[in-house]
């Protein structure tokens, strides 16, 4: 790659990823333009509720068990990444209430994974979790990387752009990115339908009961689907039913709320974690596929994008995020 000083580097796609990875770069030094079709925040990283949670994550979801030590590296970058953003990082942790013998199912998880929790009032108690407000955050993103010099094109990066520029890195979610890369071949869709209420807890932990997790905030955030394999954009009220009844139980005050619900389409390796590293198409660094987990990875993948463009050694995580690691088996 040519030197920062005359680099040119397309970064395709503005989520939680792909902002980050423009703004690193742009405080590498690096000549960035940051292309997205869409408004700010209307995409699967702006429909979130934010959360970098890698204890959670790794209790709930069986598919990023594995992979809990790296999602707590990724975690902890975050203070560093949002020095100067203005972002407040909430570490109020994660609650979890239900019946006794799913909260002994759900101790026994943290206790296979050697996860720290303590049994307050009937409830299960985990500090390290913390969470950001997604759609603030992308703006403070957006205003950092443009007060650095970055440009924002408001359109899709296609395939005649990439004689402009000595690389391009695809963080494009679900899209194909114009079959710029045959990487993103291993990706599949999930589509996720999340539900905003006017009223609930504005301050405090996550909790989560059986099937449901609820986001304090301004509009608390009760989610989320997992919709596998589809990636169209529609509200379906049957899918998110259930999150309604279960957020419900666990606070009855939700029975009177306003509910809008907000739709995005993940990308998702087998493994769930993402691919990041350079593509067998020359020129091209891929930033893609971070299932539910965009949030919480989005400052480790752009320090392993600017290392790469950079040429630097990218790290001890670098083989397990490897771009190519399904296309070569």
Excluded at 34 to 44: E, I, K, R, T, V
Excluded at 63 to 84: N, Y
Excluded at 239 to 260: C, K
Aim: aromatic fraction near 6%; proline fraction near 6%; charged fraction near 20%.
């Amino acid at each position: 790659m040519e030197t920062k000083l005359r680099a040119r580097v397309a970064v395709a796609g503005a989520g939680a990823i792909g902002s980050a990875a423009a703004l690193t770069l742009a405080r590498a030094g690096i000549d960035v333009t940051l292309f997205d079709p869409n408004l700010l925040g209307d995409n699967a990283s702006g429909v979130a509720a934010g959360m970098l949670a890698p204890v959670a994550e790794a209790v709930f979801d069986p598919v990023s068990t594995p992979h809990l030590a790296l999602l707590r590296r990724a975690r902890d970058r975050w203070p560093a990444f949002a020095d100067g953003l203005g972002l407040e990082i909430a570490r109020d942790g994660l609650r979890v209430e239900g019946e006794t013998a799913w909260l002994d199912g759900v101790a026994a998880r943290f206790e296979a994974l050697d996860a720290p929790f303590q049994r307050l009032d009937g409830a299960l108690v985990d500090a390290e979790d913390w969470r950001i407000e997604a759609r603030p955050a992308l703006a403070a993103m957006r205003a950092a990387f443009e007060a650095l010099g970055g440009r924002f094109a408001p359109r899709a990066f296609v395939a005649d752009d990439t004689a402009a520029f000595s690389a391009v890195v695809l963080a494009t979610g679900a899209g194909d990115a114009g079959g710029l890369a045959p990487e993103l071949a291993a990706l599949s869709p999930i589509k996720g339908q999340i539900l905003r209420a006017d009223r609930g807890p504005a301050s405090g932990p996550v909790i989560r009961g059986e099937g449901v997790y609820i986001c304090p905030g301004e509009r608390p955030a009760i989610g989320a689907t997992m919709e596998f394999g589809r990636d169209d954009l529609a509200v379906d009220s049957s899918a998110t039913d259930d999150l309604r009844a279960a957020a419900i139980r666990l606070r009855p005050e939700l029975a009177q709320a306003v509910l809008t619900t907000e739709v995005g389409v993940r990308a998702a390796t087998p493994d769930g974690l993402p691919l990041v590293g350079w593509s067998a198409t020359p020129g091209v660094v891929l930033a893609v596929g971070a299932r539910r987990n965009g949030w919480l990875l989005a400052p480790l993948v752009a320090d392993l994008v600017a290392a790469y463009l950079k040429g630097d050694n990218p790290g001890p995580d670098a083989a397990s995020l490897d771009a190519r690691r399904f296309s070569r088996t």
